[in-house]
């Protein structure tokens, strides 16, 4: 059962990314990332709040492993229903770290990543879940690695800027 929904899940992110480029959204250039990374302590001027959280991966007993924090910016358009987001990842060990960034449209998310100190770089699509009651966000996405592909978990809160 849970194969049959991974590969309709995986179907209707495949179908949803035209969709997605079809859009008008605001173009954030990889480049444009990678050399100009954000800094937790210098706020953007295009912010409109930030994330903090973990990111995870489910183990054999369906328990969450935490591998590492993230940190980002997000930008709202659209409404509180579409925006981007430019961001930092440390795993918990401190050995890896890195950038990430992309839109999301209502819950679905599309992004990139990369690990400082070499040339792997990877995409993203997820799906989220925000709750404004408690400023939360949980998230599951497939992520491409040069030769593979895996589910990671995030769980973070948000603040909005006034």
Not at 78 to 100: A, I, K, R
Not at 141 to 147: H, K, L, N, S, Y
Request: net charge negative.
């Amino acid at each position: 059962m849970k194969k049959i929904l991974a590969i309709i899940l995986a179907g209707i992110f495949i179908v949803s990314i035209p969709a997605a480029a079809s859009l008008n959204l605001p173009r954030i250039s990889r480049r444009q990332i990678l050399d100009k990374p954000i800094v937790t302590t210098d706020v953007p001027d295009w912010a409109d709040g930030n994330i903090t959280g973990v990111y995870a991966m489910k183990n054999e007993t369906g328990e969450y492993e935490i591998l590492g924090n993230i940190f980002a910016y997000y930008h709202l358009f659209w409404g509180n229903s579409s925006g981007y987001y430019v961001g930092l990842w440390e795993s918990s060990d401190g050995n890896q770290s890195g950038q990430f960034s992309g839109w999301f449209f209502y819950q679905i998310m599309l992004g990139y990543y990369n690990t400082t100190g070499s040339n792997e770089t990877g995409g993203f699509i997820g799906l989220m879940k925000v709750n404004e009651s408690d400023m939360t966000i949980k998230s599951v996405a497939i992520v491409t690695g040069e030769d593979d592909y895996f589910i990671r978990y995030a769980s973070c809160t948000y603040t909005k800027f006034e």
